[in-house]
């Protein structure tokens, strides 16, 4: 029987701490080929290197860093590096929660969307909360998960994000909740007097709806959400239709 293989990657970049916990565990079921960023690149959401060279450089076997994000590392990876050994993707672990509409800007999860995009069955994992360091437990659990994907497979346009609590009390497949983030974008000034800005906001509230991502990290359970590639909605179709055909 062929020896599978899984791709790990980050947006954490080498030095994340959530990244050595996960390849010791995926290795005690699979090769493990780790493809990373050489620096954080958070927040990247599905960014690809378009304008400049990308540089990967090998740092031991079967470990690489890129200059590029974690899209590049999986593009990289299954399109060029390792063509078709790779058989799972799992990226992660972040340091900190992609819930809600965090999913939108995350590059951990966009590292799995990438994934799925190239036909391979894809994991985003994270830790629920910022502070939380359990990196151990979610990297346990990421092993038992890959193996549950190898033998049960997935839907080819379906992938999981995974939060994992500081306390495990039980698990729950969710939907996105929904995180609300100040709008204030911050103005400073640098030493030479010129302006500088600071575009993340702080999280002003969640919505504690049951059976969403949010209400289960809230219950100290793990959230296990399937997302799909497909985001057009069929259910609007219709309506939209009706006033679209004024454009005829």
Known sequence: MKKRTILVTNDDGIHGAGLHPLVAELRKIARVIAMVPDQERSGMSHSITLHKPLWVRKVEDDFYITTGTPVDCVRFAILHMFRKKIDMVVSGINTGPNLGEDVIYSGTVGGAREGALLGKPSLAVSLSELGNDNFTDAAKFSRRLAELVFRHGMPPDVYINVN?????????????????????????????????????????????????????????????????????????????????????
């Open 164 to 248: 994992y609590p500081g306390v495990k009390r039980g698990v729950e497949v969710t939907t996105l909740g929904k995180r609300v983030y100040d709008e204030k974008i911050l103005a400073r000034r640098d030493p030479r007097g010129g302006t500088y800005f600071w575009l993340s906001g702080k999280i002003l509230k969640s919505r504690f709806v049951n059976g969403t991502d949010i209400s289960a990290v809230d219950d100290d359970k793990v959230s296990i959400t399937p997302l799909r590639i497909e985001t057009s909605d069929p259910a609007i179709y219709g309506e939209t239709a009706k006033w679209l055909k004024d454009l005829s």
